[in-house]
Each structure stands twice: as structure tokens, then as C-alpha cells.
T-cell receptor, first 108, second 114 residues
């Protein structure tokens, strides 16, 4: 079977740092992806981790611990435009399954 | 061209209608996907095509029928849908199935079944 957990909602202020956690249990795991989706929009690929450790891409970083079946997305210098839903997507077999999503609200 | 184009953007159909959703990409991707997304829920995988062959059908009812005419096009034929099928239908593509480069999603077709 599979299980995926993310916090349902996170709120932070502009300029702050926020961490969105993801715990997963899937079969055939080989990597963890993250996607951003604004209301009414399409999911957009943010990052992918295949190995343990931190991957940095601009203001966004993603971390993976394979032994703990855990990852997180770190968003720095938050901006209003970062208000969106964020999905972790661990691999499951040959595909990726989307977590329940975390709705991030950035306040002025 | 780094886009996945979906048409139509909105569709309202009756339960006895037949309609089709279309998806096109010109990135040379060899895997294409159909996802269904209900409000405030994650995308749910419906079908996967890999090298133009159906690779995965996630137990989707037969009133949904996918078709991949060539490596750039993906269709989803709809027939005798139910109101609970109303959702955002997303098409996505990737270099190949199991890629680590991420999926590129289209903007979706918002379907309402009346």
C-alpha cells in the first residue's frame, strides 16, 4: 500500500521562511518531487530529490531522507505570489503519486 | 515549445453526450498522462501512455476512453458521464515514464456534467 502525509495548511508572513513536511510510504520508491499549484492553475514542477540531502534552487530548497521516508520543501524570503498549494509526489512504481497537498497562505 | 496545450478549457456536457478532451505537446516527451482533480484535492492518475502505448489504467470506468494517435497528441473520450465526474482534467507529459525531470502539466479542462 501507500501512505502520504502533509500538513493541510501553513500560514506565514512575507519575508519569512516556511518548511512543508512530507512523510511517505510507497512501493518502488526512487525519488521525491514537489509541485506548486496556484488556485485555478496547473501544477508546476519545483524540484526532485533522488539522493539524501538538500537540493537548492533559488528561494526554494528540497530535502530528502530516504531512511526516514521523509522530505521537506523549504521556502525562503516568502512572497505573496508563493500563496498556493504544494504537493509532494513520491515515486510509486514507474510513476509519481501526489500527496494530499499543503495550502500555503502568505500574509502581508 | 515547452508547453502542454489542452482544449477546451471549459466543457459542460449532459449525461448522454459524447465529447473529447484534447492534449498536445511538442517537447518530444514520450510519456503522457491524464489526471483528474477535484476541488481542494491532489491530482489523481487515470491513464499513462508510454511511447504511444497504454501503460497504466488506474481502474478508470469505461465511460472514459483514452487515445494516443501519435507521440504529440493525447485524447480522452467521454461518454455517459455522471455528475460526480465533474472535475478538472489535467494532461501532463514527461521525457519518459519514471523520469526525474518532472511532469509538465497543461492548464486543464474544467468539466461540468449536468
Amino acid at each position: 500500500g501507500q501512505s502520504l502525509e502533509q500538513p493541510s495548511e501553513v500560514t506565514a508572513v512575507e519575508g519569512a521562511i516556511v518548511q512543508i513536511n512530507c512523510t511517505y510510504q510507497t512501493s518502488g520508491f526512487y525519488g521525491l518531487s514537489w509541485y506548486q499549484q496556484h488556485d485555478g492553475g496547473a501544477p508546476t514542477f519545483l524540484s526532485y530529490n533522488a539522493l539524501d540531502g538538500l537540493e537548492e534552487t533559488g528561494r526554494f530548497s528540497s530535502f530528502l531522507s530516504r531512511s526516514d521516508s521523509y522530505g521537506y520543501l523549504l521556502l525562503q524570503e516568502l512572497q505573496m505570489k508563493d500563496s498556493a498549494s504544494y504537493f509532494c509526489a513520491p515515486s510509486h512504481g514507474q510513476n509519481f503519486v501526489f500527496g494530499p497537498g499543503t495550502r500555503l497562505s502568505v500574509l502581508p | 515549445d515547452t508547453e502542454v496545450t489542452q482544449t477546451p478549457k471549459h466543457l459542460v456536457m449532459g449525461m448522454t453526450n459524447k465529447k473529447s478532451l484534447k492534449c498536445e505537446q511538442h517537447m518530444g516527451h514520450r510519456a503522457m498522462y491524464w489526471y483528474k482533480q477535484k476541488a481542494k484535492k491532489p491530482p489523481e492518475l487515470m491513464f499513462v501512455y508510454s511511447y504511444e502505448k497504454l501503460s497504466i489504467n488506474e481502474s478508470v470506468p469505461s465511460r472514459f476512453s483514452p487515445e494516443c494517435p501519435n507521440s504529440s497528441l493525447l485524447n480522452l473520450h467521454l461518454h455517459a458521464l455522471q455528475p460526480e465526474d465533474s472535475a478538472l482534467y489535467l494532461c501532463a507529459s514527461s521525457h519518459q515514464q519514471g523520469t526525474n525531470y518532472g511532469y509538465t502539466f497543461g492548464s486543464g479542462t474544467r468539466l461540468t456534467v449536468v
